[in-house]
């Protein structure tokens, strides 16, 4: 009978299923059981890691190579030597997380995120703990086989707020900072009496939006409206409408703001032009 003393989950053929690796004490060889992805267990009983002995007392996982396959750490006790794995990898694919808390702890302990892909819904948490003993890179890693491409991912974060992103590349690592914007308005130039708007996008719904113009606070009225909304609309542009656009984010998650990259507006005349930037002028 093993003596187990510690143990792991990873997708370590990253088909999007977590596998279980147990790490056992008193020279005995270690455990893997590769996940069926039908509620079984297969027992893998070749390989040097199932057969190299050690008195093992902890287990992390680890892409050191960048791969995006799992490597495998094992610490062993009475002077043993320590051993370490190269995962020689495969062809299924694969995407990694490593995640940067603002509101949240910097190294977002806590933070959950689910992918879906393939048909599979997949969960991961940032833990600081993985195994006796023992800690798993911070990086979150998900397998998922043959898909070509992720459906949706949603990060939670300690804070509570929530984002949900799509387009997300696979077979890459993506460094996600906690953040309510998406993305930017943009600079832009606008004939006089003509009429412009600025967008921000959220990761996002539920926020309050202030948009200000030079540093002040802009209000609804005149020719401005959407001066709390995710757009902002300016009609009838005059020369005093130029100036340097900013919009300020508020959530609801433990007071989180963000104030958005400025946008340039500049007004410049028509006359004697076909275009100005990219706006056609009449």
């Keep these: 009978m093993a003596r187990s003393s510690s143990s792991a989950w990873v997708d370590y053929d990253n088909d999007g299923w977590l596998d279980l690796f147990v790490a056992n004490a008193v020279v005995e060889d270690n455990d893997l059981y590769h996940n069926n992805g039908d509620g079984t267990f297969t027992a893998i009983t070749s ?37 370490l794995y190269l995962n020689n990898g495969g062809s299924n694919n694969w995407v990694q997380f490593s995640l940067g808390g603002v509101v949240s702890n910097y190294a977002a302990l806590g933070a959950k995120l689910r992918l879906y892909a393939g048909g599979i819904a997949q969960l991961r948490e940032i833990t600081g703990q993985t195994g006796h003993g023992a800690q798993n890179e911070l990086r979150a890693h998900f397998g998922i086989g043959s898909a070509t491409s992720i459906d949706s991912l949603v990060i939670e974060w300690p804070s509570c707020l929530k984002m949900y992103l799509s387009d997300v590349a696979i077979n890459q690592v993506h460094e996600i900072k906690e953040a309510l ?10 004939c006089p009496t003509q009429d412009f708007s600025l967008s921000v996008e959220t990761y996002d719904t539920g926020y309050n939006y202030q948009w200000k113009k030079d540093g002040v606070n802009l209000v609804n009225g005149g020719n401005i409206s959407g001066a709390n909304s995710a757009t902002l609309t300016v ?30 507006v500049s007004v410049e005349s028509c006359l004697g032009r076909l275009h100005i930037g990219n706006r056609k002028c009449s």
């Excluded at 040097?48 to 050191?64: P, R, T």
């Excluded at 610490?75 to 051993?83: L, V």
């Excluded at 009838?236 to 990259?261: F, H, K, M, R």
Aim: charged share 15%; hydrophobic share 35%; glycine share 10%.
């Design 47 to 83: 390989g040097a890691v199932v057969s190299d002995g050690g008195h093992s007392v902890g287990v992390a996982f680890a892409d050191y190579n960048n791969d995006g396959y799992m490597d495998l750490a094992i610490s062993n006790d009475f002077a043993s030597a320590n051993f």
């Design 181 to 190: 914007i998406a993305s930017d308005p943009e600079d832009t130039t606008v």
């Design 235 to 264: 009609t009838n542009v005059q020369p005093s409408d130029a100036g340097d656009y900013t919009c300020l984010i508020t959530g609801s998650c433990a007071g989180l703001t963000e104030e958005s990259d400025t946008a340039f």
